[in-house]
């Protein structure tokens, strides 16, 4: 098949992105691109070459075994090339390549496989003679290396001499130098303290560390290693027979190996091992990327052999990026129910911890400045929480000539009105109530679960909905009939009577999901909790001050402000009477709380804040406690009772769970505060 030139100019594309890369690391000392994302170009382009075998170049990035080494260094000849491993992504490409060796293997009954954390640092090959550290060489391009054999050497965990009474004349011995993950935050903060440019991550660090000409500097990192492969000269007397009996005599002559290695009886093993600890690698004191997959046996290993740039006998198994890179191939934006306009990139597609992301938010006007994002860039993207893709910066090495800074748009996409700023805010909006997009996002909110329930009010359907006319506000859907709605394209009666039945059973819904459904700014499903609490009807609610609704717990002056100035509107004040008569509920019987009467219900109990609470703000959850009659800390202990718990938890949690300390969420504590009972 025939590259077409969409093709050709992407192969060219991609090999300059990776040569600046490769070049700014290896030989500037200054990387702007982090492994993942290097790895992700490199196998796009690794992809269109062997699906167009006549665009492959002598100069490619993949006719390299690596890059060549910094110019400051002595570059000397590996005494064994250091090849790399080839990447599976997935089961499928695991068993491809066990598959593979397979075929060239007929006699591989009962061989086993030995699994190893891949550790996220930089390689090093260290020669031994007669037991005396003699050398030390980075990987470089995998031919030669450069030598730091005194940065070596103030490596703790490198022993100078190896713990055997009679060595071979010559050992060498693989492994990674690696930065442990508190040792990597102090040295960033000591940077920052400085004015100095941060690491991007542990390994970058490693790497600048290694190449210190002072190693003094280097000592001072504290730099680790784990052994994981020896090579003995061919007169030695020790016989290693599987890569297993390798890492227990690493152990034996004085290195630390990976203490969570394993022996795997088949892939399905290999996999398990790999599934466990995708999860336990984010508790690890240092970074893990994968799991490297070896054949046991080394006389398998040896019959195997090498292809031109990988071992046959050996894979590493990467996680699923969670950072990862794409191209932006348009900027939009989106109103949301409350109007708000959400600059949002639009990428090729992507797959970012599992899932294909194609869109990507951009928050506001001033992150969009701030990142100088334009249309053709090469971004690296993560997902917030977990949840939702965002951009985390631009890779504006790579950016092609004659791109354009993105400008927010003036008027309203979806109606032409003026957008506003408003003072203070950072966040752009339609303020046109009529507005189709808020008017969307306000029946899509309406429907959904936290709020009235309503199955079958989804996006398509809302949108069939306004296209025909049928609903103008959330009052309208309560008019709609059977004989209305299946008359509609890609409707039928069935559907129809099932979305009528759904809307009327709405109604039963209680007063405060009644209220959350409104879409009041700031106003959660805990915080629509509180204020029918304590306001036991709309109509008290809806002429309540704002100091009224700021002397309640839980709700803070935002959520005050906002709930204040929406019963201002006259098209809400409307909405309400229409919703009434319509059967929902704006009354709640539950007596109001009344935080004196609960004074002591936390008494005695110690709690410990962390990460970020929906709605609250921590001095307010802390006031909360305390007046209920508990205790606040700032570190957990054996001595706390409860660890109050918000997203992006730091390593609190983990402490806590350790300790097996009691979680508490924001919704809990809330519940607490309404109720009579002492936990």
Same mark, same amino acid.
């Given at each position: 098949m025939k590259a077409n030139t969409e093709i050709t100019q992407k192969v060219t594309q991609l090999r300059e992105q990776l040569q600046k890369a490769s070049y700014a690391y290896y030989v500037l000392d200054n990387p702007f691109m982090e492994d993942s994302i290097y790895d992700q170009l490199y196998r796009q382009l690794q992809d269109l070459e062997t699906e167009f075998p006549d665009l492959i170049t002598s100069d490619s990035p993949t006719q390299r075994v690596g890059d060549r080494p910094a110019s400051k260094f002595i570059s000397i000849k590996h005494n064994?090339?250091?090849?790399?491993?080839?990447?599976?992504?997935?089961?499928?490409?695991?068993?491809?390549?066990?598959?593979?060796?397979?075929?060239?293997?007929?006699?591989?009954?009962?061989?086993?496989?030995?699994?190893?954390? /891949?550790?996220d640092g930089c390689s090093l090959a260290l020669t031994y003679e007669k037991g005396i550290l003699t050398r030390g060489v980075t990987r470089g391009d995998g031919i030669m290396g450069e030598e730091i054999t005194q940065n070596v050497k103030t490596i703790r965990s490198i022993p100078l001499k190896l713990n055997l009474e009679n060595p071979p004349d010559l050992i060498e011995v693989r492994g990674e130098a690696f930065l442990p993950l508190k040792t990597f935050d102090e040295?960033?903060?000591?940077?920052?303290?400085?004015?100095?440019y941060l690491f991007a991550n542990p390994r970058n660090a490693t790497a600048g560390t290694l190449r210190q000409l002072d190693s003094k500097k280097v000592a001072d990192r504290r730099l680790?290693?784990?052994?994981?492969?020896?090579?003995?000269?061919?007169?030695?007397?020790?016989?290693?027979?599987?890569?297993?009996?390798?890492? %227990?005599?690493?152990?034996?002559?004085?290195?630390? &190996?990976?203490?969570?290695?394993?022996?795997?009886?088949?892939?399905?093993?290999?996999?398990?091992?790999?599934?466990d600890w995708d999860n336990k690698r984010k508790?690890?004191?240092?970074?893990?990327?994968?799991? $490297?997959?070896?054949?046991?046996?080394?006389?398998?290993? %040896?019959?195997?052999?090498?292809?031109?740039?990988?071992?046959?006998?050996?894979?590493?198994?990467?996680?699923?990026?969670?950072? $990862?890179?794409?191209?932006?191939?348009?900027?939009?934006?989106?109103?949301?129910?409350?109007?708000?306009?959400?600059?949002?990139?639009?990428?090729?597609?992507? %797959? &970012?911890?599992?899932?294909?992301?194609?869109?990507?938010?951009?928050h506001n006007e001033d992150r969009v400045k701030e990142l100088d994002i334009r249309v053709g860039d090469t971004v690296v993207i993560r997902k917030a929480g977990e949840i939702i893709p965002e951009v985390l910066r631009v890779l504006k090495e790579l950016r092609p000539p004659n791109t354009i800074p993105y400008q927010m748009p003036k008027n309203c996409p979806e109606c032409g009105s003026k957008l506003v700023r408003p003072k203070d805010e950072a966040v752009t909006r339609c303020l046109n109530s009529s507005c189709p997009a808020i008017l969307r996002g306000s029946l899509i909110h309406w429907g959904s679960r936290d709020a009235l329930d309503i199955r079958g009010l989804g996006e398509k359907n809302v949108i069939l909905l306004i296209e025909n006319n049928l609903v103008k506000s959330i009052a309208d859907l309560y008019n709609l009939t059977s004989e209305k709605i299946e008359k509609l394209d890609r409707m039928g009666k069935k559907s129809a009577d099932n979305l009528v039945?759904?809307?009327n059973h709405s109604k039963q819904q209680s007063y405060a999901r009644v209220l959350y459904g409104l879409g009041i700014r700031y106003v959660g499903k805990v915080n629509a909790e509180i204020l029918t609490q304590n306001f036991p009807s709309i109509d008290v609610l809806s002429q309540a001050k704002i100091t009224d609704l700021e002397s309640v717990y839980g709700i803070g002056i935002e959520?005050?402000?906002?709930?204040? %100035?929406?019963?201002?509107?006259?098209?809400?004040?409307?909405?309400?009477?229409?919703?009434?008569?319509?059967?929902?509920?704006?009354?709640n019987q539950v007596s109001t709380v009344n935080i004196s009467s609960?004074?002591?219900?936390?008494?005695?109990?110690?709690?410990?804040?962390?990460?970020?609470?929906?709605?609250?703000?921590? /001095?307010?959850?802390?006031?909360?406690? /305390?007046?209920?009659?508990?205790?606040?800390?700032?570190? &957990?202990?054996?001595?706390?009772?409860?660890?109050?718990?918000?997203e992006d938890a730091g390593s609190k949690l983990e402490k806590a769970r350790g300790l097996g300390i009691k979680e508490m969420s924001e919704e809990d504590l809330l519940k607490i505060l309404q109720s009579s009972e002492n936990i």
């Open positions: 064994i090339p250091l090849y790399s491993l080839e990447n599976a992504f997935n089961l499928e490409e695991l068993n491809k390549w066990d598959d593979r060796w397979k075929r060239l293997q007929t006699n591989h009954n009962n061989q086993n496989y030995v699994c190893e954390l /891949k550790i040295l960033n903060i000591e940077r920052q303290e400085k004015g100095e680790d290693f784990f052994a994981y492969t020896l090579h003995l000269s061919g007169d030695s007397d020790i016989k290693i027979n599987t890569q297993w009996d390798s890492l %227990e005599f690493l152990h034996q002559m004085g290195f630390r &190996v990976n203490p969570h290695r394993q022996v795997c009886q088949d892939i399905t093993e290999v996999d398990q091992y790999f599934q508790s690890l004191p240092y970074m893990t990327d994968g799991v $490297v997959v070896k054949l046991n046996l080394i006389s398998l290993q %040896e019959e195997l052999g090498f292809t031109q740039k990988f071992p046959r006998w050996a894979i590493a198994l990467k996680y699923p990026a969670e950072e $990862v890179s794409t191209i932006v191939t348009e900027i939009t934006v989106n109103i949301g129910r409350t109007g708000a306009v959400t600059p949002m990139a639009i990428m090729q597609p992507v %797959e &970012v911890a599992g899932t294909t992301v194609q869109r990507a938010t951009l039945t759904a809307i959520i005050a402000q906002s709930v204040f %100035e929406w019963f201002k509107i006259p098209e809400n004040l409307d909405l309400i009477p229409q919703l009434k008569n319509a059967g929902l509920s704006f009354k609960n004074s002591q219900l936390l008494e005695g109990k110690t709690f410990v804040l962390t990460g970020t609470l929906p709605t609250l703000k921590r /001095k307010e959850a802390e006031d909360i406690i /305390k007046k209920l009659g508990g205790k606040i800390s700032s570190s &957990v202990s054996k001595k706390t009772d409860y660890l109050l718990l918000g």
